[in-house]
């Protein structure tokens, strides 16, 4: 007696249904991975001036923290220039008596 698993008639007839149903199922498949190509290109596209925007953001930044870098020697210069005149004699350019 032949059962539904046998390598008999009935059983080719058994893989040909799980062939179909796997073939449904790549089908059933094919529409979702569609939409989830479509949704990724759309988020791709928007992301892509957001990320255009950072890039420009983050070179503002960059120009600015230049900027800031220069002012701070700057200042540094200044400060140790003050210090300096602060505690020297202007005309002999000794150290006053504080030191």
């Known amino acids: 007696m032949s059962t539904l698993f046998s390598s008999g008639e009935r059983g080719s007839a058994c893989r040909d249904v799980s ?3 796997d073939a449904d199922r790549e089908i059933a498949a094919r529409p979702r991975f569609i939409d989830r190509l479509h949704y990724l ?18 070179e503002q930044l960059r120009n600015d923290n230049r ?28 150290p006053n008596h504080t030191l």
């Open 19 to 21: 062939d179909r149903a």
């Open 67 to 94: 900027a800031l870098e220069s002012e701070l020697v700057a200042l540094t210069i200044k400060e140790a220039a003050s210090s300096h005149r602060s505690n020297h004699d202007a005309l002999t350019g000794l």
């Open 41 to 58: 290109t759309r988020a791709w596209a928007k992301n892509r001036g957001a990320v255009a925007e950072m890039a420009h953001r983050i």
